[in-house]
């Protein structure tokens, strides 16, 4: 899933050029491009689908040279991740009804790409005997208020049930969460048989089925993009976890031994980077720092930066826009971008 704005990155993600393509980690390759270096490792390139908006096709053309047109599936509406995860599906279960899926955002950061190839595996072995609908969750180390919660049967064990989801809890309830044990973060990442996400799209959004339904008979041919064309837009704008995930009673999730940071904001990346002996962390910065502790400082080019007296904040120089801005309010900067967008129209989006 590649069609994302990452507008939590702003000013450094911007709409035509969004976080997913960008290096953020100091290692020039995109995000985009680790994604599909891990994936590599287990799953063979021409069976690996692009999921992104019609904007961006060039974008993955440049980044992804040795993939097919026909393997960049475009939308031509944002419709957030349930429609493209349907459309994808049926068009996967037309080429193999006995596939079995993973679908995983392309702007995740995961630092050990073997231990998550492992914990894919067992993902799919279960998957493929069970009609269950699986995700990854990850031992919370902190009440992130940003990442959506699974309640799970068993911790201890290392496939369980999920008994309850909660999206973006409030900090008292995130830290209830964290002390009982039984809590996991939801990495966003599913694996599920073909046939068993259908069924389920069927069961909890039937409209939406019945829509894609309709142009089975083109998919995977000439006339999809037309029906893409045609049909995105009738459909409501919803996530995975609202549409599907959080009304199916047949949710399991492997409890990860992977690295994972979901990159959703400049603090998350500040917690991901290494950092000074104050806590500072930068890219492509020659820092000259006193007094300054905790910061995430960004330069989308090589220059000094000084700094005196700052602790916390967020710093990011990025062409046309310098922002300045507490660390720990880094979830309103969405709202940031729409209060600019009304004011000065879409120049800075």
């Known amino acids: 899933m590649a069609g994302g704005v990452g507008s939590r990155f702003w000013p450094k993600s911007r709409k035509n050029f969004p976080k997913q393509f960008q290096d953020f980690m100091g290692s020039e390759k995109s995000l985009l491009q680790h994604t599909v270096d891990r994936l590599l490792l287990s799953i063979p390139l021409d069976q690996i689908l692009i999921l992104t908006n019609v904007n961006y096709k060039s974008l993955v053309q440049v980044q992804l040279p040795n993939f097919k047109e026909s393997q960049i599936v475009l939308e031509p509406h944002m419709r957030n991740t349930a429609p493209c995860l349907l459309f994808a599906s049926l068009k996967i279960q037309k080429m193999n009804p006995k596939a079995q899926i993973l679908a995983t955002p392309s702007d995740h950061w995961i630092s050990d790409p073997k231990v998550f190839t492992k914990d894919l595996i067992k993902a799919f072995n279960h998957s493929s005997k069970e009609e269950e609908l699986m995700t990854f969750g990850i031992h919370p180390t902190q009440p992130n208020t940003g990442y959506g919660y699974l309640k799970v049967s068993d911790s201890s064990n290392p496939i369980s049930k999920v008994l309850e989801f909660t999206e973006k809890p409030s900090i008292s309830l995130a830290q209830k969460f964290l002390s009982s044990g039984n809590f996991l973060w939801n990495s966003g990442i599913f694996v599920f048989g073909a046939k068993t996400i259908v069924k389920a799209f069927q069961a909890k959004q039937a409209k939406m089925y019945d829509v894609f339904s309709q142009g089975i008979n083109v998919l995977n041919t000439t006339m999809e993009q037309e029906f893409m064309n045609n049909s995105f837009q009738k459909v409501d704008s919803i996530s995975i976890d609202y549409a599907i995930m959080e009304q199916s009673d047949n949710v399991s ?35 000259h720092f006193e007094n300054a502790k905790g ?55």
Not at 259 to 287: C, M, R, T, Y
């Open 253 to 287: 999730v492997v409890i990860a031994n992977f690295n994972w940071n979901d990159l959703g904001s400049w603090s998350a990346l500040h917690d991901q980077l290494e950092k000074d002996n104050n806590n500072n962390a930068a890219i492509n910065v020659i820092p």
């Open 295 to 349: 910061n995430m400082i960004f330069s989308s080019k090589k220059k000094l930066v000084v700094m005196d007296g700052l602790e916390d904040f967020v710093v990011v120089d990025n062409n046309d826009v310098l922002m300045i801005y507490p660390k720990k309010k880094h979830q309103n900067i969405k709202q940031v971008l729409d209060d600019i967008k009304s004011k000065y129209g879409n120049q800075f989006d």
